[in-house]
C-alpha cells in the first residue's frame, strides 16, 4: 500500500510540482494518472521511487517510510518498485536478456557483475519474465535490434525480473504507435492481474488511462482534482483536470 | 572617421603582406568600432535585432599573429642558425650511413636480435593490458555524467592531463634512475602512458552516452559501480577495445627505443651499435622492426575494423 500524507513538492527553481497531495493506493490497483504536461504527474512518480525527496509530508510505502531512506536501505527499497520509461532505457548493444537481467545486478556481488556470471536461477527468471511478455524468442537478439513496441517489453520484463510489489510506468506508451500502444497496455493490464502488482502510470492519452485502468487520478496544477474509479470519469470531470476542452491530442484514437 | 564603406583595394606596389594587414584592420575597424549599425539588423516591420559581439575575429587575429611569429623564427634559424648550404653539404653523411645500412647489412646477426625483440612486443602487451585495466574504473570516476562532485572528476581530470605531458621515454628514464635498469619499467612506463591517454578518451566517450540505461539500472536499486558495470561498459566495450589496440600500436613503436633509457628490449641494442658505427647490424634491427611494426599495426586494424 502506498500513502501519500500531505506531500508536497517545491523544486529548487521555485516551481512548486505538487501541493498538500493525498492518496493511498491500494496493493494490485491499476492506477493512471492523468493531466496536462506540468501539472505534475511525473513528480509524483519520481517521489515514489525516492528519485526526488519530498519538500514536506510523508510517503508510505508497506509500512516503509520512504524520505528517511538512504544508502543501502534506499537501494533495497528501490528493489521492489520497477520502473518504465518513455524512452525505454535499453542498454542497447547488449542482447535482450542482458537486459533483462541487468535489473538482477543490485542483488549480485561485484566480481560476478563486472565478468557478467549470472546465476542459474536469475537466468531462468529473466527468460520467464520475457516469457511474459511474449518475446521469449527474442531472448537473444540485441536490444537495438527490436522496434519500440518490443523494446518496452523488454523494459517491462527487466521490471518484472526484479519481482516488484509496484510497477511505476512514466508515459509507457507516448513514444508509441496506437496499435502497439494498446498492446503494450494489454501486457500491464495482464501482469497487474495476474501477478498482483500495483501499477501506477502516468498517462498523456486520456482514451488509454480509461480503458486500462481501475482507477483515475487527475491532477492539475499540483493538486488532485479528481479521483475515483474511471468509469466515473466523463466530459465534464475532464475538463475539470485539463482546465480546457478534450482536444484530438489528449486521445490516441481519434474514432474512440 | 576612416573610410569603413570599401575594403582598401590592392595595391600593385605594395606586397602582398601590407595588403593582408590593411584588410584585417579594415575589417576590424567596420565590425568592431562602427558598431552598432553595422550589427544591428532591422527586419520589414521595423523590429529590429542587434547580433551580440563574436570573438571569432579576436582568435583569428591572435592565430595570425602566433603564425606570423613561427614563421619569423623558422625563417630567422634558416638564414642565419644553420646556412642552408651547410644543410645540403651535409646530405651525403646522412645517404652514407643508410648505403652502409644496405652494403653491409649483417643478415647472420638476425637470430641474436629476435629475443631482445620478444621483450620489447612483451613489453608492450603487458604495458597496454595493465594501463586499460586501470583506465576504465578511473574513466568512469572522471565523467561527469556520472559522477556527482565535479570536484572529483576535475581533479582526476588534472592528473590525468599532468600524465599524459609527459612521454612514455621520460618515465622509462625516470624510472631507471629510481629501480635500475630492466624490462619492468619498461612495462610501468607503457603502463602509465596507455593509462593517461586511454582514460581521457574513454571519459569523453562515456560522456557523450545516453545515461537511459544507467538510470534504469540505478532505480532497480543496484549500487552507481554496479550500474556502470552492466549499463555503462556492454555500450563502451567496442570502443574500449578499439581504442586499447589503437595505443597498442603506439606503444608497439614507442618501446622500440625505450632501451635507450635503460628499459631493455632491441632499444639497448640500437643504441649500442649506433655508437659504435655498426651500420650493417644497424640495418637488420630497423628492417625487423620495420617488419614487425608493419604486421602488427595491420593485425590490429584489421581487429579493429572487425568490431566497428
Known amino acids: ?256 | 572617421m576612416p573610410n569603413l564603406k570599401n575594403p582598401p583595394l590592392k595595391n600593385r606596389e605594395r606586397d602582398n603582406r601590407i595588403h593582408i594587414f590593411e584588410s584585417i584592420r579594415w575589417y576590424f575597424l567596420r565590425n568592431i568600432v562602427q558598431t552598432k549599425n553595422a550589427r544591428k539588423v532591422v527586419l520589414s516591420d521595423g523590429v529590429s535585432i542587434t547580433k551580440p559581439y563574436s570573438f571569432g575575429l579576436f582568435y583569428l587575429l591572435i592565430l595570425i599573429g602566433l603564425s606570423y611569429y613561427f614563421v619569423d623564427l623558422i625563417v630567422i634559424s634558416y638564414f642565419e642558425i644553420t646556412p642552408f648550404e651547410l644543410f645540403v653539404k651535409r646530405i651525403p653523411n646522412f645517404t652514407n650511413i643508410v648505403s652502409k645500412m644496405i652494403t653491409d647489412f649483417n643478415l647472420p646477426y638476425l637470430p641474436r636480435i629476435i629475443q631482445p625483440l620478444i621483450d620489447t612486443i612483451q613489453m608492450a602487451i603487458l604495458g597496454t593490458f595493465i594501463g586499460a585495466a586501470f583506465a576504465l574504473p578511473v574513466a568512469f570516476l572522471a565523467s561527469q555524467n556520472l559522477v556527482k562532485s565535479k570536484v572529483l572528476t576535475n581533479v582526476i581530470k588534472l592528473i590525468l592531463s599532468f600524465i599524459r605531458t609527459i612521454p612514455t621515454l621520460v618515465y622509462a628514464a625516470i624510472l631507471a634512475f629510481a629501480f635500475g635498469y630492466g624490462t619492468t619499467i619498461g612495462v610501468i612506463a607503457t603502463a602509465i602512458f596507455t593509462f593517461g591517454i586511454l582514460s581521457k578518451m574513454l571519459y569523453e566517450v562515456i560522456e557523450t552516452l545516453d545515461l537511459g540505461a544507467f538510470i534504469a539500472v540505478e532505480s532497480t536499486g543496484a549500487t552507481k559501480t554496479k550500474a556502470f558495470i552492466a549499463s555503462i561498459i556492454p555500450q563502451i566495450m567496442g570502443t574500449f577495445v578499439s581504442l586499447t589496440l589503437y595505443s597498442f600500436e603506439i606503444n608497439i613503436r614507442a618501446s622500440a627505443i625505450l632501451g635507450y633509457v635503460g628499459a631493455g628490449g632491441i632499444g639497448i641494442l640500437l643504441d649500442d651499435h649506433m655508437t659504435w658505427r655498426e651500420y650493417g647490424h644497424l640495418g637488420v634491427i630497423l628492417a625487423l622492426l620495420l617488419v614487425v611494426v608493419f604486421i602488427i599495426e595491420n593485425i590490429s586494424r584489421y581487429i579493429r575494423k572487425k568490431m566497428s
Open chain 1, 1 to 256: 500500500m502506498i500513502v501519500f500524507n500531505n506531500v508536497s513538492k517545491v523544486y529548487s527553481n521555485g516551481t512548486v510540482a505538487l501541493k498538500n497531495v493525498t492518496v493511498s493506493i491500494n496493493q494490485g490497483e491499476f492506477v493512471a494518472i492523468i493531466g496536462l504536461s506540468g501539472a505534475g504527474k511525473s513528480t509524483l512518480i519520481k517521489l515514489i521511487n525516492k528519485m526526488i525527496s519530498v519538500t514536506s509530508g510523508t510517503i508510505t510505502v508497506n509500512g516503509e517510510q520512504v524520505e528517511g531512506l538512504r544508502g543501502k536501505r534506499l537501494r533495497q527499497y528501490r528493489r521492489k518498485i520497477g520502473i518504465v520509461f518513455q524512452s525505454f532505457n535499453l542498454i542497447n548493444r547488449t542482447t535482450v536478456v542482458r537486459n533483462v537481467l541487468a535489473s538482477r545486478v543490485a542483488d549480485m556481488n561485484i566480481i560476478a557483475t563486472l565478468f557478467g556470471i549470472y546465476s542459474k536461477s536469475d537466468q531462468i527468471l529473466a527468460l520467464e519474465a520475457l516469457h511474459k511478455v511474449g518475446i521469449l524468442e527474442k531472448a537473444y537478439t540485441r536490444a537495438d535490434q527490436l522496434s519500440g513496441g518490443q523494446q518496452q517489453r523488454v523494459a517491462l520484463a527487466r521490471t518484472l525480473a526484479q519481482r516488484p510489489s509496484v510497477i511505476l510506468a512514466d508515459e509507457p506508451v507516448a513514444s508509441l504507435d496506437p496499435i502497439t500502444a494498446n498492446q503494450i497496455m494489454k501486457d500491464f493490464k495482464r501482469i497487474n492481474q495476474s501477478e498482483n502488482i500495483t501499477v501506477i502510470a502516468n498517462m498523456h492519452h486520456v482514451d488509454m488511462a480509461l480503458k486500462y485502468a481501475d482507477r483515475v487520478i487527475g491532477i492539475n496544477k499540483g493538486e488532485i482534482v479528481f479521483d475515483g474509479p474511471s468509469s466515473e470519469v466523463n466530459e465534464e470531470l475532464l475538463k475539470k483536470i485539463y482546465g480546457r476542452e478534450i482536444t484530438d491530442e489528449d486521445i490516441m484514437f481519434r474514432d474512440q
